[in-house]
């Protein structure tokens, strides 16, 4: 089955503590990208990735690292620096020519508390 | 003013209502429309996405695209208690290397 994961589902974190949250894909796209969804809200983009290597931030990237060694895999680290972490997070990947359609994976509810 | 606005909602109508969601955008480079459900607590999914102005039908969901008045409508004929969930509006542009820009979403309630 092609598609995105991410894990874990729940997460739990105290204050002050760096965490890694997991997206891979076997959609074999090139752009991978992160939002985060507050409850009421729409998408914000934190990072984006079209190419191996290579990636760019996004409306809200502050408080927030990735890296994308491989095509398949593009980790968002939240760190401590972020004032308000408690989110739901969501990546998602795209092709590279148009309509660049964006499929999502199942999120991640993080809690810090 | 952020380029994409979506009708803010919530949304609530009667089992079998005809429904309309409803953005606008400002960036006139904006070349693919798309629409996306997300059910509560879970990840958006791709509903239809159109090329240019013109209409597209898929089932009981319609998406138009005015690009002169640089307006899209999603319309869902028949709506059922399945269909409530967000609804997200997105667009791309070639020359923004297909970076999506999405509205905020309609939340839709669909009463049996």
């Known amino acids: 089955d092609g598609g995105i994961t991410q894990s874990p589902k729940y997460l739990f974190r105290k204050e002050g503590q760096n965490v890694t949250l997991s997206c891979e894909q076997n959609?074999?796209?090139?752009?991978m990208y992160w939002y985060r969804q507050d409850p009421g809200q729409g998408l914000r983009l934190i990072y984006y990735s079209q190419i191996v290597n290579d990636f760019q931030k996004g409306d809200i990237a502050e408080g927030y690292s990735v890296s994308r060694e491989k095509k398949e895999s593009f980790p968002l680290t939240v760190t401590s620096a972020q004032k308000n972490p408690t989110a739901f997070y969501l990546c998602?990947?795209?092709?590279?020519?148009?309509?660049?359609?964006?499929?999502f994976g199942p999120g991640t509810r993080l809690t810090v508390t | 003013q952020k380029e994409v606005e979506q009708d803010p909602g919530p949304l609530s109508v009667p089992e079998g209502a005809i429904v309309s969601l409803n953005c606008t955008y400002s960036n006139s480079a904006f070349q693919y429309f798309m629409w996306y459900r997300q059910y509560s607590r879970k990840g958006p999914e791709l509903l239809m996405y159109?090329?240019?102005?013109g209409n597209k039908e898929d089932g009981r969901f319609t998406a138009q695209v005015d690009k002169s008045s640089k307006y899209i409508s999603l319309f869902i004929r028949d709506s059922q208690p399945s269909d409530s969930a967000t609804y997200l509006c997105a667009m791309s542009a070639q020359t923004n290397a297909g970076k999506s820009t999405f509205g905020d979403g309609t939340t839709l309630t669909v009463k049996p």
């Open positions: 159109t090329y240019s102005s």
């Open positions: 959609l074999n796209h090139d752009a």
């Open positions: 998602a990947s795209s092709g590279a020519s148009g309509p660049y359609e964006q499929y």
